[in-house]
């Protein structure tokens, strides 16, 4: 990815970071704000699949609510989170199922990105 800075992902290297400025139908106004990124492995299931990709929106923290799977930047990495605004706390839920019921809170909304579309694979 050309614009912004590269994302560092856990070891683990669950999603791949793609360049999506080559592909025909992204405008150069849109990869300047979104980046793409592959699921790779089943970790994920049931939400996305191996060879999914996500287009993600950067500081789109604005337009998200609850119930929106984010990339969640922090210091030591970026992760895939569901947000949940339920009651009056916010969690980011794992994007895995065996572990949807263990949220991490959050004391306010952190650095996040929305997934605005999903290319299935």
């Given amino acids: 990815m050309k614009a912004g800075k590269p994302l560092q992902f856990r070891k683990n290297n669950y999603l791949e970071l793609l360049d999506i400025t080559h592909l025909s139908s992204v405008t150069k106004q849109a990869a300047m704000h979104c980046y793409a990124l592959r699921v790779r492995g089943d970790s994920m299931l049931p939400f996305h699949k191996d060879g999914d990709i996500l287009i993600v929106e950067k500081n789109s ?3 998200i609510k609850h119930g929106d799977t984010v990339v969640w930047h922090k210091e ?7 947000l949940d605004l339920a009651g009056n706390s916010i969690k980011l839920r794992p994007v895995d199922f065996t572990r ?3 949220p991490e809170p ?3 909304l952190p650095q996040l990105d929305k997934v605005i579309f999903i290319i299935s694979a």
Avoid at 76 to 82: A, M, V
């Fill in 106 to 108: 959050a004391t306010s």
């Fill in 76 to 82: 030591e990495g970026s992760c895939l989170k569901i």
């Fill in 100 to 102: 949807y019921a263990n």
């Fill in 61 to 63: 923290r604005g337009k």
